[in-house]
């Protein structure tokens, strides 16, 4: 059995203590922090604290610490890399590893078309070049996305983002022509209800048939945003076919489709590309989190066709760093090498236990995922629906002081989200903290 969960010192310890009040004096208010972790290191799946409290990571620096921490892979191409050369500007020179990634991102990107392939340092201006080029592309200037969705924070990605109303408030005005239609969230859908099947009321009634009948011509937009699944919105599976229709929308119109891939790509879902599961080819997909295993690199990956973009029209200093394009081509090497299997093998056991749970704990309401990302939603009332994000609060809160790290999505779910590398053991420890801390719970 593995070394971890263990908590030596209640957690925050007199190390962790001395790093917060610190770290609350002098960073930005911005922050949320979510409790107080404090880390020294980290080793696949386990976390260990400044006072040497060891937890096991359901959440993976959120969503991206995809090959573990510090797999020797990872860290030796980072380490070779440094080496030989920090920074040179890959918008301005040429080196291999640019080349290799791009190359690389190009090859397994979802779809027979060529792809050409821009490198950043963050999801967020992933999709503010994607912004960009969509406008660029197609000189349309109107973009829609979804409700509940997350796709960044800059002033433009921020304005397709439709999580929670303070990543909005105090900012504006936004970016002017972006326009949120409902998600396919079934188990909160006003058109499905609890009918047996999707009948895509999102897609005919809220965009067909109310906004580009009532408020906006098809032909003014540029492109769909879309999360092929919702990751800060609460871990929301589309259900089956969904995306492939709004695919066959966006073609009716000539409007590009966009998906952002920077939660649920580089194998997360046991395949590359939550796409692949249903056989779409976007024009545009952006990809970052766990990309470079915690090394920050991000990338827009572009159909040839929609590459449009003159040179010098777009740029970035650090993006596509060198020791970042190693980390990235070791995470795609361990990815393809046997994560992304795992990731299947896992999800289903993890998914297998939760739906246990579900059978004891009447709180959770709905279940979903799709391999390694797994959302659990809790509800005060099976039969209301009615979201209860105190469970989730202390439900994470406590598992933290027992030595496992989850985090919440959306306003009542749990996401499990661990690193690629985790073990059945994990899965089995952490199922059983949920099981008991929920019984405490309710
Ligand atoms: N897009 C999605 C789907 C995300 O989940 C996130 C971050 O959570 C972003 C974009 C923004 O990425 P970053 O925080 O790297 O800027």
């Keep these: 059995m593995p070394d971890y969960p263990k908590i030596l010192v209640p957690p925050p310890g007199p190390k962790a203590r001395a790093v917060v009040e610190r770290d609350e004096a002098w960073t930005a208010s911005c922050y949320i922090k979510e409790y ?17 409290n060891r937890y096991l990571d359901f959440m993976a620096g959120i969503a991206v610490c995809s090959t573990g921490y510090g797999h020797p892979e ?21 080196y291999e590893g640019m080349a290799a990634l791009c190359e690389r991102l190009a090859r397994i990107a979802p779809g027979p078309s060529r792809k050409r392939v821009f490198l950043t340092n963050s999801g967020t201006e992933a999709t503010e070049g994607a912004i960009k080029l969509a406008r660029y592309a197609t000189r349309r200037t109107a973009i829609i996305a979804f409700r509940g969705a997350f796709h960044g924070r800059s002033t433009g ?180 090498g046997g994560l992304m299997a795992n990731a ?38 099976r039969a209301t629906r009615e979201p209860a994000p105190d469970i989730v609060e202390q439900l994470v809160q406590g598992a933290f002081h027992q030595g496992l790290l989850l985090l919440g999505a959306g306003k009542s779910t749990l996401r499990l989200a661990p690193p690629l590398v985790v073990g059945s053991d994990d899965i089995d420890i952490a199922l059983a903290m949920i099981d008991a801390r929920l019984s405490d719970i309710a």
Excluded at 74 to 94: E, M, T
Excluded at 353 to 375: E, N, P, S, T, Y
């Design 36 to 52: 107080p972790l404090v880390v020294a290191r980290g080793q696949g799946v386990m976390v260990e604290d400044v006072d040497g």
């Design 74 to 94: 990872v860290v030796a191409a980072v380490k070779d890399a440094a080496d030989r050369f920090l920074h040179i500007c890959g918008s301005d020179f040429y």
């Design 157 to 336: 990605a921020v304005s397709l983002t439709s999580s929670k109303a303070r990543q909005h408030a105090g900012f504006g005005p936004l970016l002017p022509d972006v326009h949120h239609i409902p998600f396919a969230y079934r188990y909160r859908c006003q058109w499905c209800g609890d009918k047996p099947a999707c009948t895509r009321g999102c897609l005919t009634e809220a965009l067909e048939r109310d906004l580009f009948a009532r408020h906006l011509d098809p032909h003014d937009v540029a492109a769909v945003f879309v999360e092929p699944i919702q990751g800060e919105g609460g871990y929301v599976v589309p259900p089956p076919g969904w995306l492939s229709d709004l695919r066959a929308i966006c073609d009716r119109y000539g409007i590009l489709l966009v998906a952002d891939e920077v939660q649920s790509g580089v194998g997360r879902t046991g395949k590359m590309w939550a796409c692949d599961h249903e056989g779409v080819e976007p024009d545009i997909l952006l990809t970052a989190k766990g990309l470079g295993s915690g090394m920050p690199i991000g990338a827009i990956i572009a159909k040839e066709s929609v590459n449009t973009w003159e040179s010098g029209s777009h740029g970035s200093t650090f993006g596509g760093n060198p020791v970042c394009c190693a980390a990235a081509l070791a995470t795609l090497d361990l990815v393809e």
């Design 344 to 381: 299947v093998a896992m999800g289903e056991r993890l998914q297998a236990g939760v739906r246990r749970l579900a059978d004891k704990h009447r709180c959770i309401g709905d279940v979903r995922g799709v391999g390694l990302m797994v959302g659990v939603e809790f509800v005060k009332d």
